[in-house]
């Protein structure tokens, strides 16, 4: 009888509650999140990106095609490849300018260390210490050092990818539109081989460690939406594909896609159009292109019991690991086979219009290029990642909140910060806190 009275009073304890989040920390970019409830209903959720804009589709206008990638590189300083590879793809397809088998499987590779960069970071930095309720990686690592030494271990190669291939390890230099600057030789590259081999082994004992994690439950109806490709797991190439049977070229993206204006964000969501929010990222590529996963991925998979339609957020650090596994397989096999010719072909110049989207650490990045016939840009239009995680970031707060009502006031602080953070936003800042403010009854 006691029991059921401390029930029933944990359930109607507060009237209202009002989460503030007023900065939002190890992400990139600067935002906010804030919620209320009342009487067991949610009815606010903002995630406020009060970033100031940073003009770059203005700074591109009136700039030689030549410059985009090192321009939009500077967009982020965790993903830039991304930006680069987007541009370079968008450009290309402008001019009718089609990359050389060796030239798609060299960006490939630059992706590859990118990839290994970004998700190793969120997996051993960011993400992993919300799940042991540390504040920190440094916190989180004390009573067992060594998991820190292994996730910087392997984070590091894909820092030496991107230097050996980019130039150097953050926004890369060495790529141009119709390929590199200078091509990386055989040698330097297959001196990462036995690190590679390594760092694989690595992933598969992270995914043991993070199999031993108690994740919050969260399971939602997404619309997953990503690139794929017939022949390989989508980094460069693919149509962009929804897991509600959208099948379509990036040419025809923004006949699908648009961008609307929401009064708490300096940041534009992107909608699907007569649906409304969708997903874009690990969660998304893995569902739509798990056939393209190698075996041993697909292995891994199994022995986690990861399924292919996992739909719980909290479980997105599972996929970015197998994905981290999977980059560093790929670049084994890139390098491998990687042969010093230099194939460059010309470009023909014209006034021209071009898109391209690729697969970004966080997500699906498009890109689309207005060209006039001196090769200046008069136009362009970049949709990163996190612009088309918003809404859902908003919605996996606000099922957050409604079904964990009998949460303590520090529990629940801390499920909605790491709510976001399952994303990896680029959203980041310095510091940050929570208040939560609540009114009894």
């Known amino acids: ?60 206008k009136g700039r030689g095609f030549g410059e985009a990638p090192d321009i939009t590189a500077r967009i982020c300083g965790i993903c830039p490849v991304a ?63 060594a ?49 590679l081999k390594i760092a694989l082994e690595n992933s598969y004992k992270t995914l043991e460690w993070l199999n031993t994690f108690e994740y919050p439950q969260l399971e939602r109806n997404y619309t997953f939406v990503s690139l794929k490709d017939a022949t390989e797991y989508p980094m460069n190439l693919g149509n962009i594909v929804s897991s509600e049977g959208l099948n379509i070229s ?13 009064e708490h964000s300096n940041a534009l969501h992107s909608i699907l159009k007569g649906t409304g929010e969708y997903l874009v990222g690990p969660m998304a590529r893995f569902h739509n292109a798990f056939d393209q996963l190698s075996p041993l991925i697909k292995k891994m998979a199994s022995e986690f019991h990861i399924p292919r339609g996992i739909s719980n957020p909290f479980k997105s650090i599972l996929i970015r690991c197998l994905e981290v596994a999977y980059a560093y397989e790929e670049a084994i096999r890139i390098i491998s086979e990687y042969e010093e010719i230099q194939d460059s072909q010309s470009l023909k110049i014209k006034a021209a219009s071009g898109c391209a989207a690729t697969e970004a650490p966080r997500g699906m990045l498009y890109h689309r290029y207005q060209i006039d016939e001196k090769g200046l840009i ?18 996996d707060i606000r099922d957050l909140v409604l079904k964990n009502q009998k949460l303590s006031n520090e529990k629940l602080q801390w499920l909605c910060e790491q709510g976001v953070r399952n994303y990896d936003p680029c959203i980041s800042c310095a510091t940050h806190f929570l208040r939560i403010e609540r009114s009894g009854t």
């Open 1 to 60: 009888m006691t029991e059921k009275k401390t029930e029933k009073k944990a359930e109607t304890k507060y009237k209202k509650r009002t989460i503030k989040v007023d900065y939002l920390a190890r992400v990139e970019g600067e935002g906010a999140l804030y919620i209320h409830s009342e009487n067991g209903l949610v009815q606010d959720v903002k995630l406020k990106i009060f970033e100031p804009p940073r003009f770059f589709e203005a700074f591109l």
């Open 83 to 145: 930006y680069q590879m987007s541009a370079v793809h968008a450009i290309e397809a402008a001019f009718g300018f089609s990359a050389s088998p060796q030239l798609k499987n060299l960006r490939r590779l630059l992706y590859c260390g990118e990839w290994i960069e970004s998700h190793v970071l969120h997996v051993y930095m960011l993400h992993a210490p919300d799940f042991l309720q540390a504040q920190d990686a440094i916190e989180m690592t004390k009573k067992n050092p």
């Open 147 to 195: 998991l820190l030494k292994r996730g910087l271990e392997m984070k590091k190669i894909g820092n030496e990818i991107v230097r050996r291939v980019g130039g150097r390890e953050i926004h890369p230099i060495n790529v141009k539109v119709g390929g590199f600057y200078k091509w990386p030789e055989k040698a330097k590259l297959r001196e990462l081989l036995d690190p």
């Open 250 to 262: 990036p040419d025809d993206y923004e006949k699908h896609f648009e961008e609307i204006h929401i």
């Open 378 to 395: 008069q136009f362009s239009k970049i949709v990163p990642p996190t612009s088309q995680n918003q809404m859902t970031i908003e919605s």
